[in-house]
């Protein structure tokens, strides 16, 4: 999985007009439109990688130490992902479950490469609320107007433009975990919110 994101990152770089860079899964839905989503990622002057040292078993538990002493307890940074020869063959070599390559690789080398240039937050709406390995999954039943609206302002974080930092209410641009059977109702409820001018 990660040598796929560093390939889909590689091709995107070719383009030197692109300058921000969204990796996704394929259960995550946008919770806004195309506009509005462009304008809140470059319009910061940071990066969106939620990155943070968890004492837990769920964080450091997941730890390999044999890949100490490599890893210890924007553009250019795509561009430093993709060139990385430094972390990608210990996280290759030495992380197996519970580490788990896709989930701890970009996190930790955002952190070592540009710490001062990311948020420590994501853009992607997750409920972990339920505990264990994995997030919540969203099915058809669960799809409903007022789950779209938690997710879309149920929360406050701060957010760094180029020019300031101001609390906002609109932390998440994407969520996590739907089944494919939720596509129905996803649709009908982005029809609606057209019609009532919903951004």
Do not use: Q
């Amino acid at each position: 999985m990660l040598d796929a994101e560093r390939r889909l990152l590689a091709n995107a770089l070719l383009d030197a007009s692109n300058e921000r860079f969204v990796l996704l899964s394929e259960s995550c839905i946008p919770l806004f439109d195309f506009p509005t989503v462009y304008d809140y990622l470059i319009g910061s002057a940071l990066s969106f990688v939620s990155s943070f040292d968890d004492p837990r078993k769920a964080g450091r538990g997941r730890y390999s130490r044999r890949m100490h002493p490599t890893v210890t307890s924007a553009r250019g940074l795509a561009v430093g992902i993709v060139s990385d020869r430094r972390y990608y063959p210990v996280f290759r070599e030495h992380c197996r479950p519970p580490c788990y390559v896709d989930e701890h690789y970009l996190p930790t080398v955002v952190a070592k490469l540009a710490p001062g240039l990311n948020a420590n937050r994501s853009v992607t709406w997750v409920d972990w609320s339920r505990g264990g390995s994995h997030p919540a999954t969203y099915k058809r039943r669960d799809v409903s107007l007022r789950l779209m609206e938690r997710m879309r302002s149920g929360s406050e974080c701060v957010y760094s433009s180029n020019n300031n930092r101001t609390t906002a209410s609109s932390c998440f641009l994407f969520a996590r975990k739907f089944e494919a059977s939720a596509l129905g109702r996803l649709l009908l409820i982005a029809d609606a919110a057209k019609r009532w001018n919903w951004h």
